[in-house]
């Protein structure tokens, strides 16, 4: 079995060679939450890729859709479609579209527009709750999902209803599209102001597998209230140059000169 820092650098290699060839993209929030991903798919969630639509499945949603790219470059290499699809990314034609749509395989719910994949996910998780089912949701927020109101009426529901098949993950980069979160509509201290919404509280490093793992761990575990996890991220992480540096949020693409040094520093020399 790959090692799970092997699998990142993997999706990060498939990310980045998906928007250098579409020409535009997200790179700086796909790249913050490749390890988060990693995680879920390859060690967390009970999936089957050769069954997507399996009812007892798992359900992940991507609130923050525009970081899609990590999310295809997960689900090729865990096989719901073949890695060569990942060279259609943005093509007109194409399912794999700058935004998620539910007719990919392993894609659970259209997203993109901020602040709609909580509200998702509790619908998910009340379903599973009816149908008696042992099934768990994962939704990967953005710091700009935090922002909307939204997202505040879902995290009020979800510890209304004790949804504690429910987990929240943040991949809190410091950065939405128009800047520094702490510069726009600061929404921390988040910890606070979810556990007074009845929420186990959790803060870990995203990038950090043994910590992400137990938090999992610790969701699983947790009885009668939905689990939130902050997971502090570095928005581009792995490339140096994007690396906290919010132009590289979207929509844009690499040069010849950005990818080459990209892939150099992922270990994959492009000739």
């Known amino acids: ?11 990060r290699k498939a990310l980045l060679t998906m928007i250098r060839q579409a020409g535009s993209g997200h790179p700086g929030g796909s790249l913050s939450c490749v390890e988060i991903l990693t995680c879920l798919y390859f060690q967390e969630m009970n999936i089957r890729h050769e069954n997507p639509v399996w009812m007892d499945r798992d359900r992940f949603v991507l609130s923050k859709g525009h970081a899609c790219p990590a999310l295809y470059s997960t689900l090729a290499l865990k096989g719901f479609f073949p ?3 990942l060279d259609n990314f943005r093509q007109i034609g194409c399912r794999l579209q700058g935004h998620p749509d539910a007719t990919i395989p392993g894609i659970e719910a259209v997203s993109g527009s901020l602040g709609m994949g909580l509200s998702q996910g509790i619908g998910m998780a009340l379903g599973a709750k ?3 089912s042992g099934f768990r949701v994962y939704v990967l927020l953005g ?4 922002e909307e109101g939204n997202t505040w009426e879902a995290i009020m529901a979800a510890g209304r209803f004790g949804l504690d098949n ?12 128009d800047g520094p979160v702490a510069s726009q509509m600061d929404y921390n201290p988040v910890g606070e102001k979810v556990s007074a919404f009845h929420w186990r509280f959790l803060q870990i490093d995203g990038h950090d597998f043994k910590q992400i793992e137990d938090a999992f761990r610790e969701a699983r575990n947790n009885r009668g209230k939905p689990t939130f996890i902050q997971a502090h991220t570095v928005k581009g992480k792995g490339i140096s140059f994007m690396e906290r540096d919010n132009s590289w949020h979207g929509s844009r693409g690499l040069t010849d000169q950005e990818y080459a040094r990209a892939m150099l520093e992922l270990g994959e020399p492009v000739l």
Do not use: T, Y
Not at 143 to 146: P, T
Not at 166 to 177: P, R, T, Y
């Open 166 to 177: 429910l987990v929240a993950i943040l991949d809190s980069n410091e950065f939405q599209g």
């Open 1 to 11: 079995m790959e090692k799970p820092e092997d699998i990142a650098r993997n999706i």
């Open 130 to 132: 009816c149908l008696k």
């Open 83 to 85: 890695m060569d699809e």
């Open 143 to 146: 710091d700009g999902d935090m």
